[in-house]
């Protein structure tokens, strides 16, 4: 049974940083492409990073510069670390994992979220 579970999510002033966790499992983590998606209320889930097992990354343009991702095979987490928040980036916050052909608008499998806020 595959498994997402996020963590790290909360209330943060604008300017603020917040760190997201992903714990994945029931998948092999070095297959796949893991990626972090939002969604607001009253808007489409949009893709906000993600990073493959060598290390490449990918990110949408209103968070370079600003989002890491990150991750570490040996404990098949992958984190998202933000920084410079804007009350924009407020939504939840999904993990991914995307398999073979790693179809960056359909990811196979989903955690359950994590509400990040911030405040201007």
């Known amino acids: 049974q595959v498994q997402l579970v996020e963590s790290g999510g909360g209330l943060v002033q604008a300017g603020g940083s917040l760190r997201l966790s992903c714990v994945v499992s029931?998948?092999?983590?070095?297959?796949?492409?893991i990626g972090w998606y939002r969604q607001d209320p009253g808007k489409q889930r949009e893709f906000v990073a993600r990073?493959?097992?060598?290390?490449?990354?990918d990110y949408a343009d209103s968070v370079k510069g600003r989002f890491t991702i990150s991750r570490d095979s040996a404990k098949n987490t992958v984190t998202l670390q933000m920084n410079s928040l804007k009350p924009e980036d407020t939504a939840v916050y999904y993990c991914?994992?995307?398999?073979?052909?790693?179809?960056?608008?359909?990811?196979?499998?989903w955690g359950q979220g994590t509400q990040v806020t911030v405040s201007s």
């Open positions: 991914a994992v995307s398999r073979y052909p790693y179809d960056i608008r359909n990811p196979d499998y």
């Open positions: 029931g998948v092999t983590f070095s297959r796949n492409v």
């Open positions: 990073i493959n097992n060598p290390g490449l990354t």
